[in-house]
């Protein structure tokens, strides 16, 4: 190998394909020739299929269900009940915020679309045909969507199971619907502060209730091998080994005796991180039948019972001085959690790190109080793509800071800058108690206001408004801002897990003879393209081409374990553990080559993809050279073979952060918002794979973009949920979606072993915000401070209806 | 349910089956034939993650009968291209990245197919207008509409040789 002609440096680093080269995806062959491997395309012989009788009220007594014209019905093979679960224990089961949730309506129902019962039948048609023939007597019983009203002192008691209880996971219960008080920062030091303010902007922000609605449903095939005792669960898992641990606990069969696997997954977003009760009555039904059990639940089953996100009524104040210098904030948080605490958030975090609040500023003190609600809605609260609950926050503070701004009479532009929290101030505590770990938040911010040409989109915006004020036009623009610090990569295993799992992640790396390598991890990817980026991570790391290294996730059998993929955790965490195995592989390739060499290991050097002679270039062994030799030669002092394993706890979080520029044109008179222009730089730390980041933000931003302008959840009074297919869930089309300019700064993490900071949910914390406050800018000129998201087109219709716009 | 005896051509290969005449032609494609490309999203004709050709015309398979498409043609996305011949459409989407999870990327590619014949010199903005009867939770469509501008040019140009 040494004879060949020698190729350059570069060349050599070219070949690797490793840090920050676009990297073509290694995932794309199959998926663009359909040969995707999803849940549903799983069929295994003698399958069955569940599917659900859901309650259609919110809240009711059920008095009676009968499953015998169901059970006549030829190919039904069972009808499942609470009571029939009841036996097994696993009637309820517990969920991820220390709650617990029924799994089949046990006596009621508590929010529409609420499992009743799960029938078991040889077709999925037939299995339709049965869920209609289930009669389940309902009594009705008073709804409570409103979390406010939740509280007040005679409104009806939802949660009947928790009776007497004074206490929950998180503390203190003060009402039969108040689930906790969580408490972070300086209470007292806030309010003194904020009592002698010089200037107080108050507002409250609502962040409506919406969904992440992967385009694939959640599901799962359950298969239960009565001959081996072990149970196979194929499933749309983000968290594939943390579904092992629930479902061995619960179940009581071994954990080895279960093997979970999630095979391709079509989208996440924070839906298919929790616990489901179909999992759980496949399950069953599978150890009670003998056979497969497979159950896919429908867009509307999707919508109306997996998964929300948000819903967070946030009381915000922030106090200043009269040049614009942010001295304290305050914020009350009353969080709709629904029918069962099931948020999936880190155990000692019952509303995620939403005391991120205080964004990208410096502010000397501070205070968050979030008060969690039952009401007569789904289950859920989960991290839609975001990290926990810090899409939340962040756009309240960037609500905030524009409140402030018109309250200080100064563009928002300045208001920000004057209080980012400064380069040399970093790692930097936060009021609330976080460790930013690294940023450059002044150079992020103007490089964003240049890039869009700020002053001339501000004078452009006054000339607009003069020639609305003459009757010249019917367009205002408006001017969306965000400075937005995330808080991601959960997390040290000090503060941070998951039913009592640190949230460490992990990598187990082979190198084989011939030079080639296979690196398995504890997360799974959603899209995000894993196979492509962790070999990359790897490549530099220990000098084989990344086309030479295969990632495999998602099959517990066979991966080391881990917390799964949300909250942008993979890079953070898994990446990290990739990063350190490969230097464990390094560390052992180092000895062998100082064998082959015969120096001292001290006296080489690496440079690439080998091992060099310090001062004799020409000496040198290759990593594919090295992993030969381990196998093949008999090393003193040195097991064969090369192979590491890392599990990964991170020292701290990462602080990836982004400024996000939007401009909107918006008729006053039909309340349509064009957006002309969207301008996203992001700051992830050290960039992987620019294409798949470029990508990530484009998806993110539409995300966004959709939540802002039009995607809700929402209930009428006696709870029916009004948004429960795609004809009223907004999902933006590439008609209405806007082109992107994406742009970067590049701020490694310091304490990160390759800098990386994560990226996948950035673009959906900033961009809220940035699209929310321009519809605010539009307006702001007549008067506008605060209305509530999702801005469609009869919101921002009636925002100008509202301030007399109309004549 | 009594069946129905159905002639389906699929990728060119005549199939003869059994359905129910409720029977949806997505659960036919997937789970009598097989053909597990074409995916199930929403089962309301939405998202278009379904979508097939069904005699030269771009059809959400999830709302169309199986005894609709008695005697029909259907292209799916296992009829483009092969493992060692991707169609250009297939390799513009791995090139410009206009995919992430793969979900909605076999009937997006099978759409694309349908508008590129419609129309072989799309302008961006009849890409977009084109390609509405597709959702996507991943891309963000930017990267999609210039894989299908990027396809067309080559399309085109591997046509113009030819002539």
């Known amino acids: ?807 | 349910m009594k069946k129905m005896q159905l002639t389906l051509t699929v990728n060119g290969e005549a199939h003869e089956l059994l359905a129910e005449p409720r029977e949806l032609l997505i659960h036919v494609l997937r789970e009598k034939l097989n053909l597990t490309g074409p995916h199930i999203g929403c089962e309301t004709s939405h998202c278009g993650a379904c979508t097939v050709d069904m005699n030269g015309r771009s059809v959400k398979s999830c709302t169309v009968f199986a005894a609709q498409a008695n005697g029909a043609a259907i292209t799916t996305i296992e009829g483009l291209g092969s493992p060692g011949a991707l169609h250009p459409l297939q390799e513009a989407f791995r090139e410009h990245h206009g995919l992430q999870c793969g979900f909605c990327t076999p009937g997006m590619i099978t759409r694309a197919h349908r508008l590129l014949q419609e129309n072989p010199n799309p302008s961006e903005e009849d890409i977009r207008f084109g390609m509405a009867g597709n959702l996507c939770r991943c891309t963000g469509y930017q990267n999609i509409v210039k894989a299908i501008l990027a396809a067309a040019a080559e399309m085109n140009a591997v046509k113009e040789a030819a002539e």
């Open chain 1, 1 to 807: 190998m040494n004879e060949l002609a020698p190729i350059s440096r570069e060349d050599r680093v070219e070949k690797l394909k490793g840090l920050g080269h676009s990297r073509k995806r290694v995932e794309d062959v199959r998926f663009t020739q359909g040969k995707g491997n999803y849940v549903d395309d799983l069929k295994l012989p003698s399958m069955l299929y569940g599917d659900f009788v859901r309650s259609p009220y919110a809240h009711a007594r059920v008095t009676s269900i009968d499953k015998s014209a169901a059970l006549a019905l030829p190919g039904v093979v069972a009808v499942l009940t609470a009571e029939d679960l009841a036996p097994l224990n696993l009637h309820w089961m517990p969920t991820l915020a220390g709650d617990k949730q029924m799994v089949l309506a046990d006596g009621k129902v508590l929010f529409q679309g609420q499992e009743v019962a799960f029938v078991v039948a040889n077709d999925r048609y037939v299995a339709a045909d049965a869920v209609d023939l289930v009669v389940v007597e309902y009594e009705e019983l008073p709804v409570v969507t409103d979390p406010f009203k939740a509280l007040e002192p005679d409104a009806p008691v939802l949660r009947e199971d928790l009776a007497g209880q004074t206490s929950g996971a998180h503390g203190e219960r003060r009402h039969h619907n108040h689930i906790f008080l969580w408490e972070v920062g300086d209470k007292q030091a806030t309010e003194e502060v904020i009592a002698s303010a010089e200037v107080v902007a108050e507002e409250m922000v609502y962040y409506h209730r919406t969904h992440p609605c992967p385009l694939e449903t959640c599901g799962c095939v359950a298969s239960m091998d009565a001959v081996n005792g072990k149970l196979t669960i194929h499933g749309t898992f983000q968290a594939p080994h943390v579904v092992r641990t629930v479902a061995s606990l619960l179940s009581g069969i071994e954990e080895h005796k279960i093997r979970v696997i999630s095979p391709d997954i079509g989208g996440g977003f924070g839906n298919k991180v929790g616990v489901y009760p179909g999992y759980v009555c496949a399950i069953v039904a599978s150890i009670v039948t003998g056979k497969p059990v497979k159950w896919i639940e429908d867009r509307m089953e999707n919508l109306t019972a997996t998964a929300f996100a948000r819903d967070y009524w946030m009381k915000g104040r922030i106090a200043a001085t009269k040049d614009g210098r942010i001295t304290a904030l305050s914020c009350h948080v009353t969080a709709d959690h629904g029918a069962f605490d099931a948020c999936a958030d880190p155990t000692k975090f019952p509303a995620g790190f939403f005391s991120i609040v205080t964004g990208s500023y410096d502010i000397p003190v501070a205070y968050v109080g979030v008060d969690g609600v039952y009401t007569n809605k789904a289950p859920g609260g989960v991290a839609y793509r975001c990290s926990f609950r810090v899409t939340e926050a962040a756009y309240l503070i960037e609500r905030m800071i524009e409140v402030l701004a018109i309250e200080l009479g100064m563009d928002a532009a300045e208001v920000r800058a004057k209080n980012f929290i400064r380069k040399d101030q970093f790692p930097y505590q936060s009021a609330l108690g976080w460790e930013y770990d690294s940023g450059d938040y002044h150079t992020a911010w103007n490089k964003a206001l240049k890039a869009v040409g700020y002053e001339d989109l501000r004078r452009e915006q006054a000339e607009r408004v003069e020639a609305f004020k003459r009757g010249e036009t019917r367009k205002l623009i408006g001017i969306g801002l965000t400075h937005f610090t995330e808080i991601v990569g959960a997390g040290p295993v000090k503060n941070c897990d998951i039913l009592g799992m640190g949230m460490f992640d992990s990598c187990e790396i082979r190198i084989h003879p011939t030079g080639s390598a296979i690196a398995r991890l504890g997360t799974i990817s959603q899209g995000q393209g894993h196979a492509t980026t962790f070999a990359q991570i790897l490549a530099s790391e220990i000098g084989l081409p990344a086309d030479s290294i295969t990632i495999e996730e998602g099959d517990t059998d066979t991966a080391p374990y881990g917390l799964g993929t949300y909250g942008s955790r993979s890079t953070p965490v898994a990446g990290a553990a990739t990063a350190m195995a490969g230097r464990k592989i390094r560390a052992k390739a180092q000895m062998i080559a100082a064998y082959l060499l015969e120096v001292h290991d001290g006296d080489l050097e690496w440079d690439v993809d080998r091992f060099v002679v310090k001062g004799a270039p020409e000496r040198f062994k290759t990593m594919a050279e090295i992993a030969y030799a381990s196998y093949n030669q008999a090393i003193p002092g040195l097991e064969p073979g090369l192979e590491a394993v890392s599990y990964y706890d991170p020292p701290n979080m990462t602080y990836p952060f982004g400024a996000y520029v939007c401009v909107m044109e918006i008729d006053v008179d039909t309340g349509v918002a064009d957006i002309r222009q969207f301008y996203a730089l992001d700051d992830c730390g050290t960039r992987i794979n620019p294409m798949i980041i470029e990508g990530q933000v484009h998806g993110g931003l539409t995300e966004a973009f959709a939540i802002a302008m039009g995607q809700e959840i929402a209930y009428d009074e006696i709870g029916n949920v009004k948004n429960a297919t795609l004809m009223d869930f907004f999902l933006p089309t590439a008609w209405e979606t806007p082109h992107y300019v994406t742009d970067f700064t590049e701020t490694p993490s310091p304490h990160h072993p390759i800098g990386a900071k994560g990226v996948g949910e950035s673009p959906n914390v900033g961009g809220v915000p940035a699209f929310s406050n321009a519809v605010h800018d539009a307006f702001r000129v007549f008067g506008l401070k605060q209305a509530h998201m999702p801005h469609d087109h009869w919101r921002i219709w009636k925002i100008a209806h509202d301030l007399g716009l109309h004549g």
